[in-house]
């Protein structure tokens, strides 16, 4: 999980996941807090930890296996797969733990129902329907059948309706945020009609900031309990401009020295110094999840400046341009995202440069050593 040979931390800010939890409770009433993938990369259990001490009631993760290792934390609130179950092992697992699995195929169900006779227990599942994402879950027009199926199963207990939308953080493709949430509208109205007690929940981070007609019984932000702004360069940035950053990564400078005009710099030397310059050569790389695609292109701090790599990243060192910063020399800090200076790095500046989102900067950074910076004196919402 975490990488283990290099001079990179990735510092956690807790009570910031705490802040920006309660910030989206405060919009959507009923969020289930999403720690999928070791919470993008924050850690599991110190944010699931967290999220509890914040008032969540609900997680969310994505695999069963990940469900069930929330049993070794002091998180007792219940726990979604959004997965589901997909390893024959997954079923016996989902109920002991009494994991709620997304189910989106009839075989689920019946296995899961299986499983929980088997365990002389009750299985509690989300009915998923792919309302216009095309991956996971059962189409609309399943819904009436999908409901027999379940009343059928006596150990099941449909507890929730979830659908994912596939542009919501993208304002000009909003109209198909419409025909997802209509859809959605009509499977929630068929299953309740049928009987079933149901807690629907389809918003994302995005949709929770940007669609509250879309808000439902629950929500499940993600991103934006980790600082992201889902709207990042769009016409809708400012809905996103509420939230706490929560992840810094820093590495040290191993080495300065000058660079001549003229003279290349690091494989292929694809940089090459226009004028005489100051170069710090700092122990970040590939290998550290630090991506290749920022040669040239990213930027880090050093002090309060921000400084433009130069050259090519290589596997565990990176060489900055430090000529504007008079003191720079090999031990001191250098800032691979965040920064304690208004020059600071935010996951959405660094996934612009490195061409991609801060979702994957969050997962890939984060799997660096990290460093809890821990409030015990968080505040409830
Ligand atoms: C990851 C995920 C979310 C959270 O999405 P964000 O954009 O990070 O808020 C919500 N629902 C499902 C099904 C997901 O997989």
Redesign the pocket.
């Known amino acids: 999980m975490s990488i283990g040979y290099n001079h990179v931390r990735a510092r956690i800010h807790v009570r910031a996941i705490a802040d920006n939890f309660l910030e989206m409770n405060r919009r959507g009433g009923n969020c289930y807090g999403?720690v999928?993938s070791d919470a993008y990369g924050h850690g599991l259990a110190v944010v699931a930890e967290a999220l509890a001490g914040a008032g969540a009631k609900t997680l969310?993760v994505g695999t069963v296996e990940e469900a069930a290792s929330l049993a070794n934390t002091t998180f007792t609130g219940r726990v979604v797969a959004?997965l589901g179950a997909q390893l024959p092992e997954d079923y016996p697992l989902a109920v002991a733990h009494d994991v709620i699995c997304?189910c989106g195929r009839r075989e689920q169900l019946r296995r899961l129902n299986e499983a929980a006779v088997l365990a002389r227990r009750k299985a509690r599942v989300s009915l998923k329907f792919d309302t216009g994402m095309r991956r996971l879950g059962f189409l609309p027009e399943e819904a009436s059948e999908v409901l027999e199926l379940v009343q059928s199963l006596p150990n099941l207990e449909a507890i929730m309706v979830?659908s994912?939308l596939a542009t919501a953080?993208e304002p000009e493709q909003e109209a198909h945020v419409h025909e997802q949430g209509a859809r959605f509208k009509g499977v929630v109205d068929v299953l309740r009609a049928g009987g079933l007690e149901i807690e629907a929940n389809l918003c994302?981070?995005?949709a929770l900031l940007a669609f509250p007609e879309y808000h439902f019984d629950g929500q499940?932000?993600?991103?934006?309990l980790y600082g992201g702004n889902?709207f990042y360069g769009t016409s809708r940035e400012e809905l996103g401009c509420c939230l706490r950053p929560t992840m810094e990564v820093t590495s040290r400078i191993y080495q300065v020295h000058d660079l001549k005009a003229g003279e290349g710099i690091n494989y292929g030397l694809t940089y090459r110094a226009e004028r005489d310059m100051r170069v710090a050569i700092v122990g970040v790389g590939y290998a550290d999840n630090y991506s290749r695609n920022l040669s040239s292109k990213g930027w880090m701090v050093v002090g309060d400046k921000r400084v433009p790599v130069v050259g090519r990243v290589c596997m565990q060192m990176t060489a900055v341009d430090v000529t504007d910063v008079a003191d720079a020399r090999a031990g001191d800090t250098v800032w691979l995202l965040g920064g304690n200076s208004p020059a600071a790095i935010s996951a959405c500046e660094l996934a612009e440069w490195w061409g991609t989102i801060s979702?994957e900067v969050y997962c890939l950074m984060g799997m660096n050593p990290r460093e809890y910076l821990l409030d015990r004196d968080i505040q409830r919402g």
Not at 220 to 224: K, L
């Open positions: 999403v999928k969310a959004l997304f979830s994912h953080d994302n981070s995005a499940r932000p993600g991103i934006s889902p979702y």
